[in-house]
Nanobody, 121 residues
Framework: QVQLVESGGGLVQPGGSLRLSCAASGNIFKINAMGWYRQAPGKQRDLVATITSGGSTVYADSVKGRFTISRDNAKNTVYLQMNSLKPEDTAVYYC???????????????WGQGTQVTVSS
């Protein structure tokens, strides 16, 4: 089995910062891309940022220049540093990872349980 566990969400004032973490554990052979998505109430789940195993990144236009995605391959962990937060960043944030399990040849996408980020004064 593979698990992704997120942490770091919470309540922050506009202009503030938060750092999200997502650690993958279990029967892991290799992790390809990792990413963060978010879902606001009544809206679809949208891409925030992704990062490949080599460190190449992609960001949604709405977070460019404010959010930074990074990963520690030795710890199977992906991070999302969020600065200059706005009320419209309020959402449940989910991490995902494209993982090949040991003894398997096919990669599957796994999701974390989500962590709430609320930006409000």
């Amino acid at each position: 089995q593979v698990q992704l566990v997120e942490s770091g969400g919470g309540l922050v004032q506009p202009g503030g910062s938060l750092r999200l973490s997502c650690a993958a554990s279990g029967n892991i052979f290799k992790i390809n891309a990792m990413g963060w998505y978010r879902q606001a109430p009544g809206k679809q789940r949208d891409l925030v940022a992704t990062i490949t195993s080599g460190g190449s990144t992609v960001y949604a236009d709405s977070v460019k220049g404010r959010f930074t995605i990074s990963r520690d391959n030795a710890k199977n962990t992906v991070y999302l540093q969020m600065n200059s937060l706005k009320p419209e960043d309020t959402a449940v944030y989910y991490c995902n990872a494209d993982i090949i399990r040991k003894y398997y040849s096919t990669a599957y996408v796994y999701w974390g349980q989500g962590t709430q980020v609320t930006v409000s004064s």
